[in-house]
């Protein structure tokens, strides 16, 4: 019986697995043909194609502030999901870039900002020898225009467009779970490596890994 038992889990672990990985397949692949559609070759050289990138998906990808309460996956929705839907909030807006930048040759993750009223995810990614901001949520208060693309130190968050009078940013940080602990805040403003943030950025990667996690669980029932 139980030796039967560990051949299940076994089973639907490696079925979930493979089935997330498909998943990020396509997911992939529908980057790929966005990347296409930016006319940059496939690769973010210059400020033009940054620019580009800031304004498909400011276009591409709406938000509506009435449903800022709406129950969300835990892992938040994919990036395929985010483009097909056309629809997301600041968050989404970020993980959609992260991961076009980071298939472009730019490597890039979150970068949270913190201010008096409410808090706004942005992107910090490397250019020219630096790290900057890129954002390309289509807010009205903190809407990024096309000469600060590329152009603004991450380090210098109070250049980070704020249109809401009495609002500044006060501060930044880039892991969200070690901000809300305090015993971990000291490593909060930790730059994680590419495969950590395309990871990260990646719910069917997480959930793949899940699956080869459960199935080789099942082995020890074996």
């Not at 070690?178 to 994680?192: A, K």
Request: hydrophobic fraction near 40%; charged fraction near 25%; aromatic fraction near 12%.
């Amino acid at each position: 019986m139980i030796a039967w038992f560990g051949w299940c889990i076994t089973v639907l672990g490696v079925t979930y697995g493979l089935a997330q990985v498909r998943a990020y397949r396509v997911e992939r692949h529908l980057l790929r043909v966005t990347l296409a559609r930016l006319g940059n070759g496939g690769y973010f050289r210059n400020r033009e194609d940054l620019i580009r990138l800031k304004r498909y998906l400011s276009t591409h990808i709406r938000y509506d502030s009435k449903r800022v309460n709406e129950a969300r996956p835990l892992l938040r929705h994919s990036a395929e999901h985010i483009l097909r839907t056309g629809f997301g909030f600041c968050g989404e807006n970020a993980r959609v870039a992260i991961r076009l930048l980071g298939m472009g040759g730019v490597r890039a993750h979150r970068l949270y900002l913190e201010g008096q009223l409410w808090q706004h995810n942005v992107v910090e990614h490397e250019w020219e020898g630096s790290w900057k901001l890129f954002d390309a949520h289509p807010d009205p208060a903190s809407l990024l225009p096309d000469e600060d693309v590329g152009a603004i130190e991450s380090s210098d968050i109070a250049r980070f467009p704020n249109y809401h009078e009495g609002h500044p940013w006060l501060r930044s940080y880039r892991i969200k779970v070690f901000h809300g602990v305090p015993v971990l805040q000291r490593f909060e403003q930790t730059r994680v490596p590419g495969w950590v943030a395309k990871i990260a950025e990646t719910p069917s990667l997480l959930k793949a890994m899940l699956g080869l996690l459960g199935a080789s669980c099942g082995l020890f029932f074996r």
